[in-house]
């Protein structure tokens, strides 16, 4: 009988901060420019060059320390970290290695087993590397160094995690934070949010760490957790053989849903760490931490919470539109202008989320303004224009973020009260067709449906459906 496994995960998550300029220079951080075009002599490492350490890159690391229950450092260094490599102009990385800037901090997940605190060893700032490009064709690497100086803070947590779903869910509560708190846009596919895997595992019930690995490049969630099962697996095999499991970094190959080694994982002494001589060290004032705690915003799950409770909208509800801070954004601040916070979120829930669903776009994608959803709201509160014509005018606002008054007054869409000339047209549409007429007469009710459907048609959707009912059934009754 073969033995029972537990999986031992901890994470490094790297994440680049949404400050304006690079962490030791002016440069911008902007993604996506031309290769090497926000570059200096800092950022490339030219002789000389001396970095001046960004202000705002420690208050997005206190913010999101404070976030995390972290204690927070009062006094932190630069550290160089030595290595060579192309895509590192300067051959150091400059980081923190003996005195982070937060220490001992902790986030409550939920799994489909119930709640669990992971620990954080730590949150600690550095710099990030230029990127490599390699040219199979013409057998070359490029480099852009573009990236190089981007400044990132790293969180290290404890390995508290044992399967792919906590860590999933770890990941997307730091994610939701980070972005909650503005200082990242945490997205994966531009690499603004990566996360290393260390992984081992042991006899069920030892209190013995494995070997572990580390992996790397891992883009997405999906290919995070494919990953962690796929070496999973690879670490037990070893083991049931009889071989040993390696301590070294691993790539993840997701095409193949395999890892390869890259190198032996090093010690600390291999990087020669030593604390770096052209930055003096960081003290953080009582003063400064409460300044950041003073600016730090309502979380998801406070939100969630007081949508409930102070606005009615259901637990369900309150979650998808707290997803996303954008999201939850458009929600307070649409329910702000029109004062119908549970029709706002209607719309939301139902037609936003259809389109992005069609559209195959994020909530971060919807770019209307507030204004403009609460005017539509507006227009069928006022009976201009019927739900089914709202829906019309909402695709425009989705897609173009369009004046649905002025959108409304142009394509003639406002809504026909004149009793006459809706009275007019069901009379032609009862002409028009007896067999329904003489159904709905000997019994079958889906028959008034029909003539109502007809008449909205031929009003081209621009009546109260309610008040077309009401006409039709009086007319067939008479």
Known sequence: MSRQYETVIGLEVHVELATKTKIFCGCSTRFGGAPNTHTCPVCTGMPGALPVLNRQVVEYALAV?????????????????????????????????????????????????????????????EEDAGKLTHDEWEDCSLVDYNRSGVPLIEIVSEPDMRNGEEVIAYLERLRLMIQYLGASDCKLQEGSMRADVNLSVRPLGSDRMGTRTEMKNLNSFKAIARAIEGERKRQIERIEEGRPVVQETRRWDDNKECSYPMRSK??????????????????????????VRRRQPEMQPEKMARYQEELGIPEYDARILTSTRHMADLFEETA???????????????????????????????????????????????GVINRTVAKTVFEEIFSGDVDPERYVEEKGLKMVNDQGAIERVIKQVIAANPRSVEDYRSGKEKAMGFLVGQTMRAMKGKADPAFVNRLVKERLTK
Not at 274 to 281: A, E, G, I, V
Not at 347 to 354: F, G, S, T
């Open 266 to 291: 090093e010690d600390a002494q291999d990087y020669r760490y030593f604390p770096d001589p052209d930055l003096t060290p960081v003290v953080i004032s009582d003063e400064w931490i409460d300044q």
């Open 65 to 125: 320390g404070l976030a995390a229950n972290c204690r927070i450092n009062r006094y932190c260094k630069f550290d160089r970290k030595n290595y060579f490599y192309p895509d590192n102009p300067q051959n150091y990385q400059i980081s923190q290695l003996y005195l982070p800037v937060c220490r001992d901090g902790w986030v409550e997940i939920e799994t489909s087993a119930g709640k669990k605190t992971i620990g954080i060893h730590e949150i600690h700032m």
């Open 336 to 382: 702000a202008l029109c004062g119908r916070p549970k029709e706002v979120s209607n719309w939301l829930m139902v037609e936003a989320m259809r389109l992005l669903k069609e559209k195959e776009q994020e909530p971060e994608d919807m770019a209307f303004s507030p204004a403009n959803l609460a005017a539509l709201i507006g227009l069928v509160d006022r």
